[in-house]
């Protein structure tokens, strides 16, 4: 399509952290540096370089990082005593448990182990309940950086139809809520979807969440419809066809440089905002 | 349409009820009678009668009913206290809060504090969490009694395009995910949702749970789609125009006799799993 709106991630992630990075500068002025710990479970290289990134994250605004490394080997119930002892760590603000761990681990009892205060990364059970319900805690981050692009670019979403393509915890169910709740009609697509390509042609904002390199084509793409890529395979390729989707669309995000960045500018604005709860619970205390 | 199938509650409820009933003599046997608290705020008279069916319909199956009616002018603060008093107290094994409350009451801060244990009505954004990632927690009942009635007349679900008209806490939003779990495309819809007609017309089952009476048009519904009517208007009137819509539908739940009763029958079941629960903790303590 002529003039298909690029939505640029490294511009909103810049946006968002530069609001993040006031925030840190004041909390630091009170004495409290926000502090998120990532825990890394063996030694998966691309799990490895996502943690280190959201690390050095953290540190260029300032932040702490409190990043621990368990072995491969690691049990159940020696990651749920780590996230135990930073549960009540009170210099912690947010909890991030890269995924995925290793086998032998039950992660989502891992996840539902994450306090609802520290779980900046929206894992829990809880978390979705209420982000679903449209209250209290903090959305999961792809899903909540989504609905920041659409923010940014004042793309509307009342009354459009949303087709997302994947039903993850942490992706196409939770970004299905949120849409949901900025009253888009939703469609929930995946694996079972029979005749995929006409749903998904419907789509006035499509949601690529499925995590299979360009398994959305151009031609299911209605004529200036909004496709939102939070795919992220090997070789930094979408979950979308970019070059044929760009053709149809009328906005699209570029994979890299679209929804991964604003992930991370989200983890950490979610990481500041749970350290300023603790800040002013120790004002009123 | 000829031949439609007339999706009967009353026979689905019956046969769930007399699976609890065995449990429940069971658990007598054992020296545990299943115990469901109500709660109840204020006279509104159809509140009134739903918490007093609620209650018979444990009796009946040798349950106990514990039956708390609070003033029209309770607090929050009050009715917080007597949520507490329940969720400590081990004879009671569900606690259900009849919707709506007075104004004065923050509602969701009230059905937050059920503990999840005892939130055999669904309610909590816990339980929604947990029923939309598909695992622990009692979904709420009337979105239970619909996938019931899909499984006891052997509905398929998988692959099916669903669609769900309404977002509420505790029935289009709950159903929309429990519908997602069975493999179902879920497309929620609502009062922003443009062309409803079009989109519903697309449903191979269609949840009306609006709110509204004969909001579901015949001509809407797709030749041999399946017709789940969750509503329940005053003078025993559906969401869906039974009569046009049962021309189109191959299946069709009535109103009343629909899923009413089967809401009441997962209420009582949910109820017995959770004192078996209790159950199997003392045999194991």
């Known amino acids: 399509m002529k003039n298909t709106l690029i939505l640029d991630g ?31 479970v063996g030694d998966d290289p691309s799990s490895e370089t996502y943690v280190r990134m959201k690390g050095n994250a953290c540190e260029k605004l300032g932040m702490e990082s409190r990043r621990i490394h368990l072995p491969e080997t690691t049990t159940t119930e020696e990651l749920l005593q780590t996230i135990a002892t930073l549960n009540t760590d009170d ?61 940014y670019y004042n793309l509307d979403v009342e009354g459009k139809h949303a087709v997302v393509v994947g039903r993850s915890p942490i992706l196409g169910k939770p970004v299905s809520m949120l849409l949901l709740n900025a009253n888009a009609t939703v469609t929930t697509c995946h694996s079972k979807t029979q005749d995929l390509a006409a749903i998904v042609s419907q789509g006035d904002i499509v949601v690529a969440a499925v995590g299979k390199p360009h398994f959305i084509k151009g031609e299911w793409i209605k004529k200036g419809a909004i496709v939102i890529d939070a795919g992220y395979n090997p070789g930094n390729i979408g979950d979308a066809d970019y070059d044929e989707c760009a053709k149809h669309a009328s906005a699209i995000t570029p994979v890299p440089g679209g929804v991964g960045p604003v992930t991370i500018a989200t983890l950490l604005s979610q990481t500041v905002i749970a350290a300023e709860k603790t800040s002013a619970v120790n004002e009123s205390a």
């Open 10 to 40: 490294t511009v909103v992630a810049e946006d968002m952290k530069q609001a993040t990075k006031e925030k840190v500068d004041q909390l630091k002025n009170q004495g409290i540096t926000p502090c998120l710990a990532t825990i890394l």
């Open 91 to 151: 210099r912690v603000h947010g909890i991030l448990l890269q995924h995925p761990v290793p086998p032998q681990i039950d992660e989502r009892a891992a996840f539902e182990a994450i306090d609802l205060a520290k779980d900046v990364d929206g894992v829990t059970s809880w978390g979705f309940g209420q982000t679903a319900l449209n209250f209290g805690a903090y959305p999961s981050c792809t899903p909540a950086a989504i609905m920041a692009i659409l923010a």
